[in-house]
C-alpha cells in the first residue's frame, strides 16, 4: 500500500492474529485487541487439522433430516437447544434453504479454493526457522464400523474426486495395513493423502509472537465496548483499555462478531456452535496419523505426546458451560474404534464456541452499510483450516489488491 493503513483487528484467534501477520506483510499498522488471551478461543482446543477434504458443507442434503432425529438425543453429533430465540430462527430458516444439492455444489468449490490455499500457506509458513507447530502431510483417514456408513463416506468421496480432490478407498484389510492401531471392528476407510495437521495453540501463539516482534501492537485483556459511526464508516471503537481510530477495522471476533455490530444495525447471520475436545496423554496403541470417527463424527489427532478427541456441534448460544454427558460420549466412541484407551490419562477438556454460518460458508468482505469495516468470520468447525488464506484475503482487501480467490459467494449481501 502506498500509504501504511492503520489496521484494528479485533479478535486474537487463529483468523486475527494471521490477519495481522499478512496485513504486516503488506506494510500496515496494525493494532489487535482481544478480550481475553491470544488464543484463548475455538483456535485453542480444536483438532488441528488442515483438511481440504472437509470441504462439503455441514448443509448437505439430508443433514436436516438427521439433525431432526439427533435433537433427541442430547448426546448426538448434532444438538440444537430449544429456546425462543428469533436470531436463530432466521439462521435455522436459512440453514434449510442450504441443504439441498445445488447450495452444497456451489459451496464446495469455494470451500475447497480457501482450504488449498491455506494449506500452500501453512507449508511455506513451516518452512520458517522461527516456527515449529507440529506441521506434518500425513493425510486424514476416515474410518467406519458399519458398511451403510462405509457406503455414506465412499459417495462423499466420490463428491469430491468431482472437484479434484484424490482420496483413497480402502477395504478392511487395507485399512488395518495403513494404520494398524484399529479395532477389528473397523471394516473400512477412506484416505484424503492430502490433508494435513498441527498443534493449534502452538501454531497461533508463535504466529503473534512474531507478529509482535515485527511492530504490531497486542492489546490482550481488552474488550470492545462499542463502535462509533460517522459518514459511513466506523470512526472510532471503544475498548476498556481506551478509544481507537483506525482506518480499517477487522472483525475477527467469531461467535460473538454479530453482537458487536448488532448495535449499528448490521446483521451477521452467525450462532455459537459449541464442540468438545478431550486431551489425553498419546497410549502406546496412539495412531499414526489423524483419524475422522466416520459415525461418530469425531476427529482423533496425535500431537507428539498427546492425543487429541475433538467433535460435536452443539446449537446454544453464547453457552460456555461443559455437559459432561457430551464429554463422556466422546470418550465412550473412542474406545469403539481404537485399543488401549480403557485407562486414558487426561490432560484436558475444553470446549469452545465456532463461527457457524447457515450455508457453512465463511464471511469475508467489506460490507455495504460500513465501507472500512471487513468481516471475517463464519469458518465454523474449519477455523484453523481456513486461517491463513483468510489472513491473506484480508490484507488485500486492506490494499485494494485483486483478491487471489472470488470473494462474491464470501460476502455478507448474499443472506440478503
Not at 173 to 189: I, K, Q, R, Y
Not at 209 to 234: D, N, Y
Not at 341 to 358: F, H
Request: charged share 20%.
Amino acid at each position: 500500500m502506498a500509504d501504511a493503513e492503520d489496521v484494528l483487528i479485533i479478535g486474537g484467534g487463529v483468523i486475527g492474529v494471521c490477519s495481522a501477520y499478512y496485513l504486516q506483510q503488506q506494510g500496515a499498522r496494525v493494532t489487535l485487541v482481544e478480550k481475553q488471551d491470544i488464543c484463548a478461543g475455538s483456535s485453542y482446543g480444536n483438532s488441528g487439522l488442515v483438511v481440504p477434504s472437509h470441504s462439503v458443507p455441514l448443509t448437505a442434503p439430508g443433514v436436516l433430516g438427521q439433525g431432526l432425529r439427533w435433537m433427541l438425543d442430547p448426546v448426538s453429533p448434532l444438538y440444537i437447544k430449544p429456546r425462543l430465540d428469533r436470531e436463530l430462527l432466521r439462521w435455522l430458516r436459512r440453514f434449510r434453504a442450504a441443504c439441498r444439492e445445488a447450495p452444497m455444489r456451489r459451496a464446495i468449490p469455494t470451500l475447497l479454493e480457501l482450504q488449498s490455499g491455506s494449506l500452500e500457506l501453512y507449508q511455506g509458513l513451516a518452512a520458517r526457522e522461527d516456527l515449529n507447530f507440529g506441521f506434518r502431510r500425513k493425510g486424514w483417514l476416515q474410518i467406519f464400523k458399519d458398511e451403510s456408513a462405509r457406503k455414506k463416506g465412499v459417495k462423499e468421496a466420490e463428491l469430491l474426486e468431482e472437484f479434484g480432490l484424490h482420496p483413497e478407498v480402502l477395504n478392511a484389510a487395507e485399512v488395518h495395513a495403513l494404520e494398524p492401531n484399529l479395532l477389528p471392528s473397523v471394516v473400512g476407510g477412506v484416505n484424503y493423502p492430502e490433508d494435513a495437521q498441527l498443534i493449534p495453540d502452538r501454531f497461533v501463539k508463535q504466529l503473534a509472537s512474531i507478529v509482535e516482534h515485527q511492530g504490531a501492537t497486542l492489546k490482550t485483556s481488552t474488550e470492545v465496548l462499542g463502535l462509533e459511526t460517522s459518514g459511513g464508516r466506523i470512526s472510532t471503537v471503544v475498548t476498556t483499555r481506551g478509544n481507537y481510530r483506525p482506518d480499517h477495522v477487522v472483525l475477527a471476533a467469531g461467535a460473538w462478531s454479530p453482537v458487536l455490530v448488532r448495535e449499528l444495525g448490521l446483521r451477521i447471520p452467525i450462532q455459537a456452535a459449541k464442540g468438545y475436545s478431550v486431551t489425553i496423554k498419546a497410549p502406546s496403541t496412539c495412531p499414526g496419523r489423524p483419524l475422522m470417527l466416520f459415525e461418530k463424527k469425531i476427529a482423533a489427532t496425535p500431537m507428539g505426546e498427546m492425543l487429541r478427541f475433538g467433535g460435536t456441534l452443539e446449537l446454544a448460544g453464547l453457552d460456555l458451560t461443559i455437559n459432561r454427558l457430551r464429554v463422556d460420549a466422546i470418550t465412550r466412541s473412542a474406545r469403539e474404534y481404537l485399543p488401549g484407551l480403557d485407562n486414558m490419562e487426561l490432560i484436558e477438556i475444553w470446549r469452545g464456541l465456532r463461527p457457524a454460518t447457515p450455508d457453512g460458508v465463511p464471511i469475508i468482505g467489506r460490507t455495504r452499510q460500513l465501507e472500512n469495516l471487513i468481516v471475517a468470520s463464519g469458518h465454523g468447525m474449519i477455523g484453523m483450516s481456513l486461517g491463513p488464506m483468510t489472513g491473506k484475503l484480508v490484507s488485500q482487501i486492506v490494499s485494494d489488491q485483486q483478491p487471489v480467490v472470488d470473494l462474491t459467494p464470501l460476502r455478507l449481501e448474499r443472506f440478503d
